[in-house]
Nanobody
Framework: QPELVESGGGSVQAGTALRLSCAAS????????MTWFRQAPGKEREGVAY????????GYADSVKGRFAISRDNAKNTVYLQMNGLQLEDTAMYYC?????????????????WGQGTQVTVSS
């Protein structure tokens, strides 16, 4: 059974950095695109950053371009999200997800396995 476990969240001040990790197991990690989503209270789940199976192709939400970087290590079955210059509006629960079907990377309905999430809280 596929499993995704996120870690690395926390409470930080605006302008600082965090690195999230998502450890995958139970499937051939190197065969799947992976995405970080986030969801703030009262808001819809938002695609933040995508990386294809080989780690070559990436995509980002406009709100994080230039600040966040997604990467993966297929030898370690792990995907990362480096978040720099954190802003108050980055506060959310962050989830990693395995892409299960073709379609836009930022659409949650194209994903079939999700982690439990890790909370990121940014304060001024």
């Amino acid at each position: 059974q596929p499993e995704l476990v996120e870690s690395g969240g926390g409470s930080v001040q605006a302008g600082t950095a965090l690195r999230l990790s998502c450890a995958a197991s139970g499937f051939t990690f190197s065969s799947y695109g992976m995405t970080w989503f986030r969801q703030a209270p009262g808001k819809e789940r938002e695609g933040v950053a995508y990386v294809n199976s080989g780690g070559v192709i990436t995509g980002y939400a406009d709100s994080v371009k230039g600040r966040f970087a997604i990467s993966r290590d297929n030898a370690k079955n792990t995907v990362y999200l480096q978040m720099n210059g954190l802003q108050l509006e980055d506060t959310a629960m962050y989830y990693c997800a395995r892409k299960g079907s073709a379609g836009y990377w930022y659409r949650p309905d194209n994903y079939n396995y999700w982690g439990q999430g890790t909370q990121v809280t940014v304060s001024s």
